[in-house]
């Protein structure tokens, strides 16, 4: 009997390992594909590289998607500002959806049968990836033997060692997932509602004290400067800011949300890079924008994040409302100045071109340049009509 071709979505970590072991075992031709967002680095991808080979894989590839990551999904989060309840700023849910997207173009390319992934039926990424499978590649079946086989640890290592498998899979303490949007970090203290993560349980070490000002500048609403240094690639600016900030562990918090599948979850995080970006960007759009402008961008904007969370990446709707999102960018253009603290940053003021707080009609609280005292009164008066004619027909009101 031939072998099926099958791809399977690699990390080199125990459960993905024995996958391709136990999927070659079962008579498919594996090829192992480890979809890079911006968390693996060279060490990564050799030594995923040689487990992939010592479990029997047909080939392994690496898909890289850092520019298709940012262009189609991080951009729209930095011009909607998207936080998952106002924390969170997306950082696993987000890639899991361009990683999916690039599997299944990979599996077309090689005319793959089947493919697959290593998530549990406890978790929101099994729902992320089977949905854009199922839509995207009907014709191609997908196979999740973690998800059917229920295995613990243990017995994944005894079935590697019985086919002659014997490397050391020792569990770390805490489970790191690393992106360009951000690391999320879980451990036993994100399964209880009332334990912190330690400082150890953080990647990101506190080196930096004393504290530091920088600028960033931003053209249509996307970071291309730090600290005056140009980047044609935009998410090399984003590496930048974090290769930065991060050496002050800032953008770390634990964000307590309502998954897929119907429990409540908690996970830490650590995203310096993300939060000052959306932050400063956000302050920069309250000086260009009009009223309604951000309320409309709000509303939307957490739309979006919910959506993308929800996996629902592709559904058309999300196509429009990234349309409107991208054209409230014309004018979100100049600089945010920033200062970087031990475990926290502020924003300490714009200056931008389109800044519309210049206007020569007044100044907040000072003065008006625009109108009379009597333009004022007789603009209260209007606008207070709703409410003197309700009050006189209802008689209500504090007596």
């Known amino acids: 009997m031939s072998k099926n071709k099958l ?99 990979f599996a077309k390319e090689i005319e793959a049968k089947a493919i697959a992934h290593g998530s549990t039926a406890a978790g929101n990424d099994q729902v992320r990836f089977d949905l854009v499978f199922s839509a995207l590649a009907p014709e191609i079946e997908i196979i999740t033997p973690i998800r059917e086989l229920s295995l613990s640890r243990e017995e994944e290592m005894n079935y590697l060692k019985e086919h002659g498998i014997n490397l050391s899979w020792q569990k770390a303490k805490y489970s790191i997932n690393k992106g360009l949007w951000g690391t999320s970090v879980g451990g036993a203290e994100t399964l209880t509602s009332n334990t912190p993560l330690p400082e150890e349980a953080y990647p990101s070490p506190l080196e930096e004290k004393s504290p530091r000002e920088l600028s960033l500048h931003f053209y249509g609403g996307e970071l291309t400067h730090v600290d005056g240094k140009a980047f044609g690639k935009k998410i090399d600016a984003i590496k930048a800011l974090q290769r930065i900030a991060e050496k002050y562990a800032i953008g770390r918090d634990i964000h307590v949300g309502d998954t897929i599948i119907g429990i409540k979850g908690r996970v830490g995080f650590e995203a310096a890079a993300p939060m000052i ?6 302050l920069l759009e309250k000086h260009v924008l009009t009223k309604w402008q951000m309320y409309w961008k709000e509303q939307l904007s957490n739309w979006y994040g919910m959506m993308i969370h929800e996996a629902q990446f592709l559904d058309p709707v999300m196509r429009d409302i990234e349309m409107f999102l991208e054209s409230t960018q014309e004018n979100v253009e100049g600089e945010v100045k920033v200062k970087l603290h031990p475990y926290r940053f502020e924003l300490l003021g714009i200056n931008s071109p389109f800044d519309l707080m210049a206007s020569k009609a007044g100044q907040y609280g000072e003065v008006n340049k625009g109108w009379s005292a009597d333009d004022a009164k007789g603009f209260i008066k209007l606008y207070g009509n709703k409410d003197i004619i309700y009050h006189q027909l209802h008689k209500t009101g504090a007596e």
Do not use: W
Not at 34 to 58: C, P, Q, Y
């Open 7 to 105: 791809v399977l979505a690699y990390s080199g970590g125990l459960d993905t390992s024995f996958c391709v072991k136990y999927l070659s075992l079962k008579g498919y031709e594996v090829h192992a594909a480890m979809v890079n967002t911006g968390g693996f680095d060279n060490n990564d991808i050799s030594e995923a590289k040689e487990k992939a080979r010592l479990m029997g894989a047909a080939s392994f590839r690496v898909l890289d998607v850092e520019e298709d990551y940012y262009e189609k999904c991080i951009k729209y989060l930095v011009y909607g500002n998207v936080l998952r309840n106002n924390t969170y700023p997306l950082s696993v849910s987000a890639e899991r959806m361009i990683q999916a997207l690039a599997l299944v173009k």
């Open 277 to 282: 970006i959306i932050k400063a960007h956000h």
